[in-house]
């Protein structure tokens, strides 16, 4: 199991930029994936990027070029550097961990707000 904690939202003017945080309550060393997905409002919560285990990265076509995944296995934390944001990316961030191979199990934060306006 695995507890997370996102933080880093808030309201930004567009073109602004953000960090968003998630803590995890246990090393991420081990874990498959993690990843940010987001719901914005009257939305279906959808993918942001994903980093692996070896480092690879994906990102939904949406925010390519300008948003960054990172991970920091000694602070057993994730990073989302969002920048250039448009009101479009307006959303509750939600940080996510898939644990196992043969039967992953997902684990999700609380959500932290991003909201872009001028």
């Known amino acids: 199991q695995v507890q997370l904690v996102e933080s880093g939202g808030g309201l930004v003017q567009p073109g602004g930029s953000l960090r968003l945080s998630c803590a995890a309550s246990?090393?991420?060393?081990?874990?498959?994936?993690m990843g940010w997905y987001r719901q914005g409002p009257g939305k279906e919560r959808e993918f942001v990027a994903r980093?692996?285990?070896?480092?690879?990265?994906n990102y939904a076509d949406s925010v390519k070029g300008r948003f960054a995944i990172s991970r920091d296995n000694a602070k057993n934390t994730v990073y989302l550097q969002m920048n250039s944001l448009k009101a479009e990316d307006t959303a509750v961030y939600y940080c996510?961990?898939?644990?196992?191979?043969?039967?992953?199990?997902?684990?999700w934060g609380q959500g932290t707000q991003v909201t872009v306006s001028a």
């Open positions: 980093i692996v285990r070896d480092g690879t990265t």
């Open positions: 996510n961990a898939r644990v196992g191979t043969a039967v992953p199990v997902d684990y």
């Open positions: 246990r090393s991420i060393s081990s874990i498959n994936g």
